[in-house]
């Protein structure tokens, strides 16, 4: 279907997982609860992603380019969350508004692979 990789796509959110594992907020016991939000929002995101049959998604299959489709919308509102700096992501989250996540380099590094 068009362009999209399903194997690129779903190695993509790999890395961007990877990158919120090793990102030292979001190791427990003391894990950030914006950078927490964001991993479990990417995390959920691929699951979906995996469930795809690569095969009805090239076919064209409406509910596999949906579920596709979805993905990379979620994808794109996860980088905009991750850019955030306004401190409206952290007052929707239970963080400090006044002192926003960093997300750090890596994190946004992988994030704007999706975009």
Same mark, same amino acid.
């Given at each position: 279907m068009?362009?999209?990789?399903?194997?690129?796509?779903?190695?993509?959110?790999?890395?961007?997982?990877?990158?919120f594992?090793?990102?030292?907020?979001?190791?427990?016991?003391?894990?950030?609860?914006?950078?927490?939000? @964001?991993?479990d929002?990417?995390?959920?995101?691929?699951n979906?992603?995996?469930?795809v049959?690569?095969?009805?998604?090239?076919?064209?299959?409406?509910?596999?380019?949906? @579920? @596709?489709?979805?993905?990379?919308?979620?994808?794109?509102?996860?980088?905009?969350?991750?850019n955030?700096?306004?401190g409206?992501?952290?007052?929707?989250?239970?963080?400090?508004?006044?002192n926003?996540a960093?997300?750090?380099?890596?994190?946004?590094?992988?994030?704007?692979?999706?975009?």
């Amino acid at each position: 279907m068009g362009d999209i990789n399903l194997q690129d796509l779903s190695s993509k959110m790999q890395a961007l997982l990877d990158a919120f594992e090793a990102h030292p907020e979001c190791q427990p016991p003391n894990t950030n609860p914006t950078i927490f939000f @964001v991993y479990d929002f990417v995390r959920n995101t691929h699951n979906q992603l995996k469930k795809v049959d690569a095969a009805k998604f090239a076919a064209g299959d409406s509910a596999a380019v949906g @579920v @596709v489709n979805e993905a990379r919308g979620r994808n794109n509102f996860a980088s905009l969350l991750i850019n955030d700096t306004s401190g409206k992501m952290a007052l929707m989250t239970g963080g400090d508004p006044s002192n926003p996540a960093d997300f750090g380099a890596e994190v946004k590094a992988r994030a704007a692979d999706l975009a």
